[in-house]
């Protein structure tokens, strides 16, 4: 283990795109914390591979949605980096959890609006304002958003209402974080095959077939795709990058 490794702190790492991410990071040589939601089994399996890589991985439970337990989940990651690497300072911060809803304007609860904010809008804002003073001078802000927020599609509306909200959210992130040298970009993943929303973009052929045929690369994306373009937002070439929106959909609809 190089003592010059970077500390990568990415949420829901334990599936789909986020595994995809740390792994990546991980392949860079930056040690990683992530967290998972109910899936224990799986972060355990990651955090095996984040080893044989040769970094240190740890992961957590957090739901991003509740709020008041963000307080012990910063006190446990301040603790373990504190023991591990002699203080509890991190350098990447990847707000990736997340699930989606589908349903038309007409059909969306209250419920399913609020549940859509909290976890990729409300969350994201007070995670990343409380681990602000834990987040290394230089580091890096990723917030995930999606295609969604460029071009419509019918029964995404909550989701992809409070993804634009992330999007300008990072802009201004960006702006108040310059004075201590930390970038904040968004990245927008088209449909990618993961469990995402019942894992129709894995299982679904009519719908493969459809996203394959409006994207000029010809195909649904995997989660490599997208991990390797985070990994390299964490490295010193990525650290003029600021402040953009960078979307990887193979060229969804372009
Ligand atoms: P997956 O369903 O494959 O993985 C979701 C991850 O987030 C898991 O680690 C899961 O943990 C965790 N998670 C789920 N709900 C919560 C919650 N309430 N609080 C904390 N963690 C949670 O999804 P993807 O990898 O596809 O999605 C990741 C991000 O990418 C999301 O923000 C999504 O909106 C975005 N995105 C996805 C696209 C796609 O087509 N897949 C397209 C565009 C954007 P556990 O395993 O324990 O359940």
Redesign the pocket.
């Given at each position: 283990m190089s003592t010059k490794s970077k500390i990568a702190l990415v949420?829901?790492?334990?599936?789909?795109?986020?595994?995809a991410m740390v792994l990546s990071l991980a392949k860079n040589g930056n040690n990683i914390i992530f967290?998972?939601?109910?899936?224990?089994e799986?972060?355990d399996n990651v955090i095996a591979e984040i080893i044989s890589l040769g970094q240190k991985a740890v992961a957590y439970?957090?739901?991003?949605?509740k709020l008041t337990t963000f307080d012990h989940f910063i006190h446990q990651i301040s603790q373990h980096l504190t023991e591990h690497e002699g203080n509890p300072n991190f350098d990447f911060l990847i707000n990736?959890?997340?699930?989606?809803v589908y349903g038309s304007v007409t059909d969306t609860t209250e419920e399913a609006f609020d549940a859509m904010v909290n976890?990729?809008f409300k969350?994201v804002y007070f995670l990343t304002q409380k681990l602000l003073p834990l987040l290394r001078n230089g580091g890096r802000i990723v917030n995930?958003?999606?295609?969604?927020t460029r071009v419509s599609f019918p029964n995404v509306s909550a989701?992809a209402a409070v993804?634009g909200a992330i999007e300008t959210y990072t802009r201004c992130l960006a702006k108040e974080l310059g004075s201590r040298q930390i970038t904040a970009n968004t990245v927008?993943?088209?449909?990618?095959?993961?469990?995402?929303?019942g894992g129709a973009?894995k299982t679904d052929e009519t719908k493969r077939n459809t996203i394959a045929g409006i994207t000029a690369l010809g195909r649904v994306?995997e989660?490599e795709d997208?991990g390797g373009v985070v990994a390299f937002l964490c490295t010193p070439e990525a650290g003029w990058l600021n402040g953009q929106r960078i979307e990887l959909s193979g060229g969804m609809m372009v």
């Amino acid at each position: 283990m190089s003592t010059k490794s970077k500390i990568a702190l990415v949420t829901g790492g334990s599936r789909g795109l986020g595994r995809a991410m740390v792994l990546s990071l991980a392949k860079n040589g930056n040690n990683i914390i992530f967290t998972y939601h109910s899936n224990k089994e799986e972060a355990d399996n990651v955090i095996a591979e984040i080893i044989s890589l040769g970094q240190k991985a740890v992961a957590y439970p957090l739901d991003v949605s509740k709020l008041t337990t963000f307080d012990h989940f910063i006190h446990q990651i301040s603790q373990h980096l504190t023991e591990h690497e002699g203080n509890p300072n991190f350098d990447f911060l990847i707000n990736n959890a997340g699930t989606g809803v589908y349903g038309s304007v007409t059909d969306t609860t209250e419920e399913a609006f609020d549940a859509m904010v909290n976890i990729h809008f409300k969350g994201v804002y007070f995670l990343t304002q409380k681990l602000l003073p834990l987040l290394r001078n230089g580091g890096r802000i990723v917030n995930i958003s999606s295609g969604l927020t460029r071009v419509s599609f019918p029964n995404v509306s909550a989701y992809a209402a409070v993804k634009g909200a992330i999007e300008t959210y990072t802009r201004c992130l960006a702006k108040e974080l310059g004075s201590r040298q930390i970038t904040a970009n968004t990245v927008a993943p088209g449909a990618i095959a993961t469990d995402f929303g019942g894992g129709a973009n894995k299982t679904d052929e009519t719908k493969r077939n459809t996203i394959a045929g409006i994207t000029a690369l010809g195909r649904v994306g995997e989660p490599e795709d997208i991990g390797g373009v985070v990994a390299f937002l964490c490295t010193p070439e990525a650290g003029w990058l600021n402040g953009q929106r960078i979307e990887l959909s193979g060229g969804m609809m372009v």
